[in-house]
């Protein structure tokens, strides 16, 4: 019964913190993208877009970017090539609620959750900015092939970074009693 218990409590703070912060998410979207007669991107996602560019300049390559007249996206160009477009879920904002969301469910100290949020926040955002440039400068180089890589290397890597920071947190700062309570019932 108390195996049933830690999972429910975990489940229960794993989806209440998800669809909270999904919640937060999609009002801060509706508030700040602009659909009607003129696109416009969230901030966070013209951002990303932005620091994607500086990556690339740091790189070495000319870059630039643009809002899209189209669509809810910012364009992506290298060496005056469009090589993708950053649209609202290349912000790792909805991967950085999954990873949120679990580490709360599966809390350790206050400090420790703090701490590890953060890191894992920061980490992640810039992963998605290599992942970002990554699949543009693979576009540059290999056009034909890049759909494989955008739907299942490209995502690969944010989740698996993602994953690789929940065994990290679990073996090393959540509450390890909820773990030997799982094991011993």
């Given amino acids: ?15 209440v913190t998800y669809f909270f912060l999904s919640g937060l998410y999609s009002l801060y979207l509706h508030e700040t993208q602009e659909k009607v007669g003129v696109f416009s991107c969230a901030p966070i996602t013209k951002q990303v877009a932005e ?19 189209d669509e809810l996206s910012m364009k992506f160009f290298i060496n005056n090539q469009h090589v993708s477009n950053v649209v609202e879920g290349c912000s790792s904002i909805s991967v950085i609620i999954l990873f949120l969301s679990f580490i709360i469910a ?17 980490t992640i955002y810039l992963v998605n900015l290599f992942r970002i440039f990554l699949l543009g ?19 690969a890597i944010i989740y698996g970074y993602v994953f690789l920071l929940w065994i990290v947190w679990v073996k090393h700062f959540s509450n390890h009693n909820q773990l030997k309570n799982v094991k011993s019932s």
């Fill in 1 to 15: 019964m108390k195996k049933n218990k830690t999972i429910i409590i975990f489940l229960i703070k794993f989806f």
């Fill in 51 to 69: 620091h994607t560019k500086v990556l690339s300049e740091l790189l070495g390559l000319d870059s630039h970017v643009e809002q899209s007249d």
């Fill in 106 to 122: 599966f809390s350790g100290g206050f400090k420790e959750t703090f701490f590890f949020a953060i890191f894992g926040i920061i």
């Fill in 137 to 155: 400068y693979w576009y540059l180089k290999n056009p034909y092939s890049s759909e494989v890589f955008h739907d299942y290397v490209f995502p």
